[in-house]
T-cell receptor
C-alpha cells in the first residue's frame, strides 16, 4: 500500500548509543516531518523538511539530527541516546498546503535503558 | 506557540451512546483537522474543516468548525466499539506546521 514506511518498528538502545530512524514515502509529497509522542504530552514536532534540500527545527530538536536524503526519504538520527528520548517516533508527509493533512507512518517504539 | 486544548481527556461509554469531544484555542486557525489513532498505529486523517461555521459529516461522525475559527467539535452518534481510539485535533496557521492537541482517548464498550 502507498504511504509512509518507517523502520525499525521497535528498538532498544543503551544510553550513549547512536541510531538512525528511517522514513520513506511514495506519494511524491514535498514536506516531511518527525514527531515524538509521549503520554500526556501529545505529538511534538522534532524536525521538519518543507521541501527537498531544506530542514528546520521544531519544538523539541535537542539531541536529534535529520537528513533529507532525497524527496522520498527523511531520516532522524540520535547521536548519543538518553533515557529521556524513550518515546514513540512518527514520521509524516504532506502536500504543500496544510489543508491536505498529514500521512503518518506506523511509528518506531524506542526504549533507551 | 499556539495551543489546542482538547476535552475530555478520556471518555468511556457504552455502545449506542452519543458523545461530543471538543478542541479549543485562543488562536485563529486557517484550517483544523481531526485524526484518529489506534493502538500501535500512526494517526489517520478523518477530516479537514476550513471555513468558519463549516459542518462536515462522515457517516456517524459530525465535525464542526467554530464561527471564529478558534474551536471545533466532533460528535459521534450511536458509538460502536470500532470507534475506540485516540482522537486528535490539529490546527494550521498559514503555511506553518500543524499544532496538535493532546487528544481525547475514547473507549466504547460492547
Amino acid at each position: 500500500n502507498a504511504g509512509v514506511t518507517q523502520t525499525p518498528k521497535f528498538q532498544v538502545l543503551k544510553t550513549g548509543q547512536s541510531m538512525t530512524l528511517q522514513c520513506a514515502q511514495d506519494m511524491n509529497h514535498n514536506s516531511m516531518y518527525w514527531y515524538r509522542q509521549d503520554p500526556g504530552m501529545g505529538l511534538r514536532l522534532i524536525y521538519y523538511s518543507a521541501s527537498e534540500g531544506t530542514t528546520d527545527k521544531g519544538e523539541v530538536p535537542n539531541g536529534y539530527n535529520v537528513s533529507r536524503l532525497n524527496k522520498r526519504e527523511f531520516s532522524l538520527r540520535l547521536e548519543s541516546a538518553a533515557p529521556s528520548q524513550t518515546s514513540v517516533y512518527f514520521c509524516a508527509s504532506s502536500e504543500a498546503g496544510q489543508e491536505y493533512g498529514y500521512t503518518f507512518g506506523s511509528g518506531t517504539r524506542l526504549t533507551v535503558v | 506557540t499556539q495551543l489546542l486544548e482538547q476535552s475530555p481527556q478520556f471518555l468511556s461509554i457504552q455502545e449506542g451512546e452519543n458523545l461530543t469531544v471538543y478542541c479549543n484555542s485562543s488562536s485563529v486557525f486557517s484550517s483544523l483537522q481531526w485524526y484518529r489513532q489506534e493502538p500501535g498505529e500512526g494517526p489517520v486523517l478523518l477530516v479537514t474543516v476550513v471555513t468558519g461555521g463549516e459542518v462536515k459529516k462522515l457517516k456517524r461522525l459530525t465535525f464542526q468548525f467554530g464561527d471564529a475559527r478558534k474551536d471545533s467539535s466532533l460528535h459521534i452518534t450511536a458509538a460502536q466499539p470500532g470507534d475506540t481510539g485516540l482522537y486528535l485535533c490539529a490546527g494550521a496557521e498559514g503555511y506553518s506546521t500543524l499544532t496538535f492537541g493532546k487528544g481525547t482517548m475514547l473507549l466504547v464498550s460492547p
